[in-house]
């Protein structure tokens, strides 16, 4: 079974940066479609940003242009470089990967994803 851990969390100031990443155990991990997804309190989990296998890239509105998702196969891991934090960042942020393939239009849905992580907390600070 194929196991996520995220690092990489913290508190930061708005406007700085943080890399998040997420390790995966297993030997398929260049199959797997991932994504990143983060929940603030009294909120539902919400996509943040996903990549597909051949390295295809889909963002939520809100961080387009300030995050960026990659993934190095050769190390079982991906990435979420995020940039110009703001205090609306704040979340626990989660890494989730979905064995097989995902319509497009399914690619945003949480319940499209098999496996989670346990989530890291990023707090911005205004």
């Known amino acids: 079974q194929v196991q996520l851990v995220e690092s990489g969390g913290g508190l930061v100031q708005g406007g700085g940066s943080l890399r998040l990443s997420c390790a995966a155990s297993g030997r398929t991990f260049s199959t797997y479609t991932m994504g990143w997804f983060r929940q603030a309190p009294g909120q539902e989990r919400e996509i943040v940003a996903a990549?597909?296998?051949?390295?295809?890239?889909t963002y939520a509105d809100s961080v387009k242009g300030r995050f960026t998702i990659s993934r190095d196969n050769a190390v079982n891991t991906v990435y979420l470089q995020m940039n110009s934090l703001k205090p609306e960042d704040t979340a626990v942020y989660y890494c989730a990967a979905a064995i097989g393939s995902i319509p497009q239009a399914l690619i945003a849905t949480k319940d499209s994803y098999n496996i989670w992580g346990q989530g890291t907390q990023v707090t911005v600070s205004s």
């Open positions: 990549i597909r296998t051949g390295g295809v890239t």
